[in-house]
């Protein structure tokens, strides 16, 4: 079973619309959660960390459950330029240096 | 700021041949990491360094994969001799140091070496 799984989609969302998916992990001792975004033959960028009580940025909430291990981000009021693949990255308290990636939400936002 | 630099952007070679990557990471930071990105296994960590020693080399492939960090600027990942099943996009990312209080800090990626071994 891989550590990190996530929904490799697509999703199509209309834009304006909202999007929201989930990633799943593993290993009950990850303590820090991000999600990256990755366009299309870019690298990862960081879009934001994932916080305990949940956090927004802009358009972006991200959401940490931690008794069912997910970690969730929506997206509202869709952007084209949102379309691109989400990581969900996850890191344990023993390996602080060490991140493990999922493979990917791919988002495509249509006009 | 640069950013992570990497080069070659594309290398495309034949099987048996050496390889070298390289990689320059943001002044300051001192932890480095190598990537390798395919669509089949997604993004892996091959090797990662803290004040140029390497600290988790588990994710390497094989014998034939190298990497080497001889100062706190510079960094290469090596493969010797290069198969077709090699071919992907390897990354470099660059951070601060881990913090037992705040935890991982944030990976810069470098743009990227595309490679192909035919």
């Known amino acids: 079973r891989k550590e990190v799984e996530q929904d490799p989609g697509p999703f199509n969302v209309p834009e304006g619309a909202t999007v929201a998916f989930n990633c799943t992990y593993s290993?009950?001792?990850?303590?820090?959660f991000f999600w990256y975004r990755q366009d299309c033959r870019k690298e990862p960028k960081l879009l934001m960390s994932?916080?305990?009580s949940g956090n927004e940025d802009g358009r972006f909430t991200a959401q940490l459950n931690r008794a069912s291990q997910y970690i969730s981000l929506l997206i509202r009021d869709s952007k084209l330029s949102d379309s691109a693949t989400y990581l969900c990255?996850?890191?344990?308290?023993?390996?602080?240096?060490?991140?493990?990636f999922g493979a990917g939400t791919q988002v495509v936002v249509t006009p | 700021d640069a950013g992570v630099i990497q080069s070659p952007r594309h290398e495309v070679t034949e099987m048996g041949q050496e390889v070298t990557l390289r990689c320059k990471p943001i002044?300051?930071?001192?932890?480095l990491f190598w990537y390798r990105q395919t669509m089949m296994r997604g993004l892996e960590l091959l090797i990662y360094?803290?004040?140029?020693?390497?600290?988790?080399d588990s994710g390497m492939p094989e014998d034939r994969f190298s990497a080497k960090m001889p100062n706190a600027s510079f960094s290469t990942l090596k493969i010797q001799p290069s198969e077709p099943r090699d071919s992907a996009v390897y990354f470099c990312?660059?951070?601060?140091?881990?913090?037992?209080?705040?935890?991982?800090?944030?990976?810069?990626f470098g743009a990227g070496t595309r490679l192909s071994v035919l």
């Open positions: 990312a660059s951070s601060l140091p881990p913090s037992s209080l705040a935890g991982p800090n944030i990976q810069y």
């Open positions: 290993n009950s001792a990850s303590q820090s």
């Open positions: 994932v916080y305990s």
């Open positions: 990255v996850v890191s344990t308290t023993d390996s602080w240096g060490k991140l493990q």
């Open positions: 002044s300051g930071h001192n932890s």
């Open positions: 360094f803290n004040n140029n020693v390497p600290i988790d």
